[in-house]
């Protein structure tokens, strides 16, 4: 099976722009979830969605949102982008919502000038 | 803000020695994992242990769990330059719960 696939891989933007990144699950995932790593903050948990919906939420403001399609898709966005939101985000699926292990993407990297 | 914490948080060993990292954590768990995560790439899935569990082993993975002290162990034996990477202990709540990561061990592993 093709593992999770991430896109784009790296992405540079201005402040105040929006972004969009893509996360495609392993075959057969219905859950996806959704983290931030910064070298100060380490990895922090963002969404995670199941069937469409959001199940949990980490402690991010409203700027930070996302969905998740009928083909288990899901796609997340950041509004009004601030320098502190560069980072690494990875996107992991497992085949259902609460089981425990995870299987991530190669995440993309985000630069925020 | 993250759950767990881990120390070392870098260890620099040579190829063949042992490595051993630790993993704190604050709350009740269902169970502990831990990823590896080479050069900021991805995380990859190593071993999961049940809050039931005190010890469990993989190829050249050992890990502990002592719940009375909420933490955890990772011992890699007769390591390997490719063990080059950076641990991440993460915390399972059980049900629906998020997964909750620690703060990491940078491993390198010198030829």
């Known amino acids: 099976k093709a593992g999770v696939t991430q896109t784009p891989r790296y992405l540079i933007k201005t402040r105040g722009q929006q972004v969009t990144l893509s996360c495609s699950p392993i075959?057969?995932?219905?859950?996806v979830s959704w983290y931030q790593q910064t070298p100060g903050q380490g990895l922090q948990f963002l969404f995670e969605?199941?069937?469409?919906?959001?199940?949990n939420k980490g402690n991010f403001p409203g700027r930070f949102s996302g969905r998740q399609f009928s083909n288990s898709r899901s796609e997340m966005n950041v509004s009004t982008l601030e320098l502190g939101d560069s980072a690494l985000y990875l996107c992991?699926?497992?085949?259902?919502?609460?089981?425990?292990?995870?299987?991530f993407g190669p995440g993309t990297r985000l630069l925020v000038l | 803000s993250q759950q767990g914490e881990e120390d070392p948080q870098a260890l620099s060993i040579q190829e063949g020695e042992n490595a051993t990292m630790n993993c704190s954590y604050k709350?009740?768990?269902?169970?502990l994992q831990w990823y590896r995560q080479n050069s900021g790439r991805g995380l990859v899935h190593l071993i999961l242990?049940?809050?039931?569990?005190r010890e469990k082993h993989s190829g050249r993975l050992r890990v502990t769990l002592d719940t009375s002290k909420k933490s955890s162990s990772l011992l890699i034996t007769a390591s390997r330059a490719a063990d080059t990477a950076s641990y991440f202990c993460?915390?399972?709540?059980?049900?629906?719960?998020?997964?909750?990561f620690g703060t990491g061990t940078r491993l390198l592993v010198s030829p």
């Open positions: 075959s057969g995932h219905r859950s």
């Open positions: 242990i049940r809050s039931n569990e």
């Open positions: 969605y199941f069937s469409e919906t959001q199940r």
């Open positions: 993460a915390t399972h709540g059980g049900g629906f719960q998020k997964l909750v």
């Open positions: 709350t009740s768990i269902n169970n």
């Open positions: 992991a699926s497992s085949l259902e919502q609460g089981r425990e292990t995870q299987y």
